[in-house]
């Protein structure tokens, strides 16, 4: 019997080959008649690294030639870090998640304590969620725009280019990292991004047979807790570019999620945090209630 390839498309970054190399094992080890095939590719994400993400078009850029290569039918499917990924999708393509969660949480590097850095100090983010997110809740420091990789980012810190960071945490447990992480910062407070810590594969709607192969590798857990943050961005309109986080969870029988919308700038906040027993109902009444608290205009979605 002849042996089956599957093509995954995936971004040449260290991370994003561990993570596409992490979804090959699991489908070759599941799978003993199967083949996995990595595509690395370099993105217009990649590329632009003298501009901000949201001047030319968001976090979807470290996605669109990989979502090409699945419409062209060139890769079955593509790997992605969930919280990268668009609320809406292209056209034909969806999405599934692999596996369990890492942390969902954010982590700050450097030689200080948060509180203790010196006031006039720099922290490095390229997100707009951790930017408004530390000027609303840390007001001692100056927030700077820093791109690049997890190492280049690393890198400028201890060439003191910035005195801290702000990095997710699953992605520094995945390249080892771990070590270079000063705090953990709480997910109540500092709310993550949709999705954060959670793998994901794309791939074309019409590919029944990638389906039903991924949905053997997903953890339902975790594919109904980011599908409850996905819906609460998608409600309030915040996309992965906007000054947003939400993070759900079950604890026993119950699904807490918590939400947090954001004025660019960080000088006003929105947050509601819901318990209930069903996920998407979870959701749907934190989006709403965030509606009606005008999310929307502090999100410019109006």
Partial sequence: MAQQTIRIATRRSRLAMWQANHVK???????????????????????????????????????KELEQALVDNQADLAVHSMKDVPIH???GLTLKSIGE?????????????????????????????????LAYVYKR???????????????????????GLVLAAAGLERLELEKRVRSILPKNVFVPAVGQGVLAAEFRDDRKDILALLSELSDPDVETTS???????????????GAFGVHCEKVDLVYKLTAIALSDSGERAIQTEIEHKDARAAAEEAGQRLLKLGAATLLGAT
């Fill in 141 to 163: 420091s100056e927030i700077v725009p820093i791109r690049g990789n997890v190492e280049t980012r690393l890198r400028k810190l201890d060439e003191g280019e910035v005195d």
């Fill in 227 to 241: 599908r409850a943050e996905r819906l609460v961005a998608e409600i309030v309109g915040a996309d992965c570019a």
């Fill in 25 to 63: 094992r699991l489908i070759e080890n599941r799978n003993s008649g199967m083949n996995c095939e990595l595509l690395p590719m370099s993105t217009s994400g990649d590329v632009l690294v003298d501009r901000t993400l949201q001047s030319e078009g968001g976090k979807g850029l470290f996605l």
């Fill in 101 to 133: 969660r890492g942390s969902a949480q954010d982590v700050f590097v450097s030689n200080f304590e948060i509180y203790e850095l010196p006031v006039g100090s720099k922290i490095g983010t390229s997100s707009s969620r951790r930017r408004a997110l």
């Fill in 89 to 91: 999708l292209e056209v």
